[in-house]
């Protein structure tokens, strides 16, 4: 629709939206550079970084922007052909950095080569950079790609032909190494490559900036780059594990391709032996072995010994795995794997009993170790799991995740308990930044929700005060009309302000609410607090949006028409406001300590000591707005009210609604 009003303008759009995707990638290709055993996305990342510079000054290269004058309509065209020659090389150069020469095993070292690799990419981004803009901009010998009455060059033709051949040989390069990715990125990775390839395909020969062919080939150049976007940005933000843990799957699956685990009869693992098993000569039949029982005993401890040596050596090309054995009074008797990285301690120092496990386990999750251990010898088939933090030697906290059976008898391990301990640090603090992500986005909504919504109330109010006789419209019903659509918008715009400032997202403490609201409706009216008096009898409730934003609705229209009709000028009142919630006995009167989690019915009722509802109105019949809204609202949240006219009483007016928290 933009680009049938202005075309211009639809491809500035794509400029600037292409080079947003850009930036965004290399901000997360950087941020995880020196974890990230993919260095494919590292290179396709920085080199995304100047393909972002480039667009951004091409989206302002257009000649009727007069940004860069005394250019033309040929400095958008280089710029363009500069940046598709960059990304094209980058993409076909970017699978061949795979190959990777013997490195150090060692975390640490790891970390430094991938940082000191981006960096170098960096580098040599920089200068290419620099040298395509002198080339451009200062020096002005970067060939022609348009000329005015002529149209397009020969070499910006043949140029496109090139970028496609080098877009498909991308395609193949990257075939030959999808081991390396995730099944998903991978998809999507080609899918990115083959819109930039119709892209260039499309841009070869338009002969007008306006024609369809231009405007196809522009969708699929931001296609492509918005498939990047989902390959790379919301992969790793969504399904960080996809990414930022893909090396120690890989190493998994390795592992379960080399080696033989053996299993029990009912399907636990009680042995994991490598690919060089133990010499078959030492595992004797039954019948050979009677008689030869010392003999016997000598072969199976070598045996085990064997397999213990092999099951080590597993264990050490594992990084971030701990496997650990147990007697049956909880002690250590085996321990291997990667220990000093993950604990700070040496695996002696724990079979020797000098520093305990459950020692630089935090205090607060060795309860749950225990009742682990316990839940095994009660539930002998089960393999409980357990995530918990353990303090490092230097005193850094890492996160843990602990897998632990009951070791099968006939297996011949020593041992009563083994199992392994996984560090999972990375994954966890990938998950707090996810959920810190999260909750500053929900705060963000209702931030501008509750700011939409005070706009709103600002421009009901304003336009109240426009009408010139303004006497007079203030006794009109098109001025009560105006005052009671604004403190409907309040009603909505406290419970938003409310989410923003509390530090629960789902929830709000619904007694605190009412009382702003309350405050609010009194100020409306202009009722002085010595007239009118609230008695406010409310217990601690938390609700959810879907049901205090009804009820927050509720409450202002009941309150509103006890303020309107219950007292005549001059005289005073009492309006009386009760929330609390019953147990499951359902006994007025008999309340409960109300939580964050619990299932109760709660009852809110508003009442008045006025004049009362005249006899002859049916409040759930009537052409009032407002009991029209509230019979509504009540539905809408499942629950029940009725109405007392309680005569002779000190609350004449009483609106009683019981409802029920919905199931989430």
């Known amino acids: 629709m933009i680009s049938l009003e202005n075309y211009l303008l639809f491809r500035i759009i794509v400029s600037l939206f292409n080079v947003i995707i850009a930036y965004m990638v290399f901000i997360i290709v950087w941020k995880s550079k020196t974890f990230s055993e993919n260095r494919y996305l590292t290179f396709i990342g920085t080199a995304l970084f100047f393909?972002?510079?480039?667009?951004?000054?091409?989206?302002?290269?257009?000649?009727?922007?007069?940004?860069?004058?005394?250019?033309?309509?040929?400095?958008?065209?280089?710029?363009?052909?500069?940046?598709?020659?960059?990304?094209?090389?980058?993409?076909?150069?970017?699978?061949?950095?795979?190959?990777?020469?013997?490195?150090?095993?060692?975390r640490s070292v790891k970390h430094v080569e991938n940082s000191q690799f981006a960096q170098k990419v960096f580098i040599v981004y920089t200068a290419i950079t620099?040298?395509?803009?002198?080339?451009?901009?200062?020096?002005?010998?970067?060939?022609?790609?348009?000329?005015?009455?002529?149209?397009?060059?020969?070499?910006?033709?043949?140029?496109?032909?090139?970028?496609?051949?080098?877009?498909?040989?991308?395609?193949?390069?990257?075939?030959?190494?999808?081991?390396?990715?995730?099944?998903?990125?991978?998809?999507?990775?080609?899918?990115?490559?083959?819109?930039?390839?119709?892209?260039?395909?499309?841009?070869?020969?338009?002969?007008?900036?306006?024609?369809?062919?231009?405007?196809?080939?522009?969708i699929f150049n931001a296609l492509s780059f918005y498939l990047i976007y989902i390959a790379i940005v919301e992969t790793g933000f969504v399904e960080p594990c996809s990414l930022l843990f893909r090396?120690?799957?890989?190493?998994?699956?390795?592992l379960k391709r080399e080696t033989n685990f053996l299993k029990d009869d009912q399907g636990r693992i009680y042995r994991m032996?490598?690919?060089?098993?133990?010499?078959?000569?030492?595992?004797?039949?039954?019948?050979?072995?009677?008689?030869?029982?010392?003999?016997?005993?000598?072969e199976q401890y070598k045996t085990e010994q064997y397999n213990t040596e092999q099951y080590s050596?597993?264990?050490?090309?594992?990084?971030?795995?701990?496997?650990?054995?147990?007697?049956?009074k909880g002690a250590l008797v085996f321990m291997d794997g990667d220990v000093r990285e993950i604990t700070g301690y040496s695996k002696e120092d724990f079979i020797s009993g000098k520093v305990k496990w459950t020692e630089i386990v935090l205090p607060e999750y060795r309860p749950l170790i225990l009742e682990n251990l316990r839940k095994m010898e009660l539930e002998p088939n089960s393999s409980p799991e357990l995530e918990y933090q353990v303090r490092k030697k230097d005193g850094n906290i890492r996160w843990v995740r602990?897998?632990?059976?009951?070791?099968?008898?006939?297996?011949?391990?020593?041992?009563?308990?083994?199992?392994?301990?996984?560090?999972?640090?990375?994954r966890k603090k990938a998950e707090e930044a996810l959920a810190r992500t999260e909750e500053a986005r929900i705060k963000e909504i209702h931030h501008r929700i509750k700011n939409n919504l005070q706009v709103i109330s600002s421009l009901l109010s304003l336009q109240a005060d426009k009408l010139n006789d303004k006497e007079t419209f203030q006794a009109s019903e098109v001025f009560e009309a105006f005052r009671e659509s604004q403190n409907r918008v309040v009603s909505m715009a406290l419970i938003h302000e409310e989410l923003y400032q509390g530090k629960d997202m789902e929830?709000?403490?619904?007694?605190?609410?009412?009382?702003?609201?309350?405050?609010?409706?009194l100020k409306s009216y202009n009722i002085e607090n010595e007239n009118i008096k609230l008695n406010l009898e409310l217990e601690q409730v938390f609700l959810g949006m879907d049901t205090a934003v009804p009820l927050g609705i509720i409450v202002n229209e009941l309150i509103s028409n006890s303020l309107k009709h219950a007292f005549p000028e001059g005289t005073e009142g009492e309006i009386r406001i009760s929330l609390y919630g019953l147990d499951d006995s359902r006994t007025e009167g008999k309340t409960a300590k109300l939580k964050k989690g619990s299932d109760l019915q709660f009852t809110l009722i508003v009442a008045d000591n006025g004049k009362g509802l005249p006899e002859n109105i049916d409040f759930r019949n009537t052409d009032s707005l407002g009991l029209q809204l509230v019979n509504i609202l009540v539905e809408q949240i499942e629950g029940s009210i009725e109405l007392k006219r309680n005569s002779g009483t000190k609350y004449g007016t009483e609106f009683k609604i019981t409802f029920r928290k919905p199931e989430r």
């Open 273 to 298: 032996l490598g690919v060089e098993k133990p010499i078959s000569e030492s595992i004797m039949s039954t019948e050979k072995l009677k008689g030869k029982t010392e003999q016997y005993k000598t």
């Open 313 to 328: 050596s597993f264990l050490q090309e594992m990084q971030g795995l701990i496997a650990f054995r147990l007697d049956e």
């Open 130 to 218: 620099a040298v395509l803009l002198l080339s451009i901009f200062k020096y002005r010998n970067f060939p022609d790609c348009y000329i005015e009455g002529s149209g397009l060059t020969s070499f910006k033709i043949f140029s496109e032909y090139l970028i496609s051949f080098l877009f498909l040989g991308s395609v193949i390069l990257l075939y030959r190494k999808k081991d390396r990715f995730d099944k998903h990125v991978f998809s999507i990775l080609i899918a990115a490559i083959v819109a930039s390839i119709l892209a260039e395909l499309a841009l070869i020969h338009y002969t007008n900036t306006e024609e369809s062919l231009n405007f196809i080939g522009q």
């Open 51 to 106: 393909v972002a510079c480039l667009g951004f000054l091409r989206a302002f290269a257009y000649e009727k922007m007069d940004v860069f004058p005394g250019y033309g309509a040929n400095l958008p065209v280089q710029l363009w052909i500069a940046i598709r020659y960059l990304l094209s090389i980058s993409f076909f150069v970017a699978p061949l950095l795979f190959i990777q020469g013997p490195g150090s095993e060692k």
């Open 247 to 254: 090396e120690l799957k890989f190493r998994e699956e390795a």
């Open 507 to 521: 929830t709000l403490e619904f007694s605190a609410y009412l009382r702003k609201l309350t405050a609010d409706l």
């Open 402 to 426: 602990q897998i632990i059976h009951i070791t099968p008898v006939k297996s011949g391990i020593s041992g009563k308990f083994q199992g392994f301990v996984r560090d999972i640090t990375q």
